[in-house]
């Protein structure tokens, strides 16, 4: 074997390493469907996460191995000491750069997209809807705002598509957290104060609402959805409940 052949070897097992990896990270559907303007910002960051950390992962792994396969004891060294090496200035400041760099843009790309998915969409409606968690069940509350008439509250969450939805979140009694996979967007729900997040839903259906922190005994069966439907239905839904609940106050 030639003396540049392990080398040769280890770089393309590290390169086809490398092109799986990445590989994994797209053909491999990690997460459920995307309906939010913000989960597609989530998502695109954890592509470039995947493209940054795949490879530098395969390098330090294959450093390791190819010292382990190059450079181990063999028969009668046993004996032998390394050579007196004490440092290197160059490859120091190397490899503590570079990670920096490459750091220190994630950082700054995770903060473009955080800041992207809280801030205010121009030129899309916005509504605000109230959610209150309590062991083990969510309700939500719609405002005047929102209804045109009496405020209402309601154990379902119906969403207009094409708005913009702020959320203002309370708890009852313990800390919650108010999680919609399929926006990518979560919050803690904790009592004495009101947090909030916002969702631009992009995408019609029914997706699961999930409390995603653990508040007690029930915590595994506090679930909901979100119904994100056409402003019509929209519309329609608030009337019939409202009916409903009107005629219920007046029973
Ligand atoms: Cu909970």
Redesign the pocket.
Known sequence: MSKQRPLVLTIVAASIATAIGIALGYVIHWFPVQASTQAHNTDRLYHVLIDASVPIFVLVVTVVLYSVWQFRMKPGEELKDGPPIHGNTRLEVIWTTIPALILLGLVSYSFVVLNDNEKKPSGVPEIQIGVT?Q??FWSYQYPSSVTGGAPLSSDQLYIPMGDTVYFNMRSKD????FWIPAFRLQED?VPGITTHYRATPDRLGTYPVV??????L??ST?RSAVHVVPPAQFQAWLKSQMSAASSATAG
Not at 174 to 177: E, S, T
Not at 211 to 216: A, I, M, S, T
Request: aromatic residues 6%; proline residues 0%; neutral net charge.
């Open positions: 968690g062991q083990f313990v800390i919650h957290a729900v409390c995603n922190l653990l508040c007690g029930g915590h506090m």
